[in-house]
């Protein structure tokens, strides 16, 4: 069925989305902006963190203090240290992949690199990361997902993307591509998006033990790569 698998990082490949929400929640309410998980789910989750300052700025009226990105985003990688596991089951869905696979983020290469390093999947995605900072508009933009495509050579209707987000929704659509919407991260749980996601999922999975339920034929021999005990 495809020639390549797209997985956006945050959310998906790593169970991340949970610890950046829950500081970004306690950075706005120090700033006198009161709103809660769902809200931000719903309008920050999947964009690149400058594009989530410049809308606080635009949508609350807050201006953000000097070096305040700069130090959320040193406090939030110390927070990652502690905390960030992989996602349950990814390890498992890397290794029996029988087609390639590559990372689409809208993270920025540092954060990801280290990420990754942290939960002990940067050998496996060596060289198949592309991060926003390479394209011109984010998501939910297609032009992250194209360039994903374009880098290995696929035609982007032979792509399969898994992603949490709207944007990331929306931005695989764009481009064309079948699109698995990811709902087996901490953030998403005891959420109900059933009425803001608009028909552009072809599959929803709750989790990795479904990935190659329907199907299969992505699914090789494998080699039971031991990735940090959650894989």
């Known amino acids: 069925m495809f020639d390549l698998v797209i997985f956006d990082c945050d959310g998906v490949v790593i169970d991340s989305e949970v610890i950046s929400l829950r500081m970004l929640l306690a950075e706005l309410r120090a700033l006198g902006v009161n709103v809660d998980h769902g809200y ?3 309008h920050f989750l999947g ?3 400058p ?5 606080i700025r635009r949508d609350f009226g807050v201006e953000l203090p000097e070096g305040f990105e700069a130090d959320y985003r040193t406090r ?4 990652f240290d502690r905390q960030l596991a992989a996602m349950p089951g990814i390890g498992r869905v890397l ?3 029988a087609v390639p696979f590559c990372l689409a983020t809208s993270s920025s ?4 690199r280290r990420s990754l390093q942290i939960v002990g999947l940067d050998e496996a995605f060596a060289g198949r990361i592309t991060t926003a900072s390479e394209v011109a508009h984010g998501k939910p933009a297609p032009d992250l997902f194209l360039l994903s495509a374009a880098k290995s050579g696929v035609d982007p209707h032979r792509c399969l993307v898994v992603e949490d987000s709207l944007p990331g929704l929306r931005a695989a659509r764009a481009a064309g591509m079948t699109v698995w919407h990811f ?5 998403l749980r005891g959420l109900d998006l059933s009425g803001d996601v608009p028909p ?3 599959r929803r999975i709750e989790s990795f033990a479904e990935f190659f339920d329907t199907a299969p034929g992505l699914a090789g021999s494998g080699k039971m790569l031991d990735v940090c005990s959650q894989g």
């Open 40 to 42: 931000v789910v719903r």
């Open 47 to 49: 964009r690149s963190y």
């Open 51 to 55: 594009v989530v300052m410049q809308q």
């Open 76 to 79: 939030l990688l110390a927070a």
């Open 95 to 97: 290794d029996r992949l």
């Open 109 to 112: 290469p540092e954060r990801v």
């Open 183 to 187: 709902l087996g991260g901490s953030h």
């Open 200 to 202: 552009w999922a072809d």
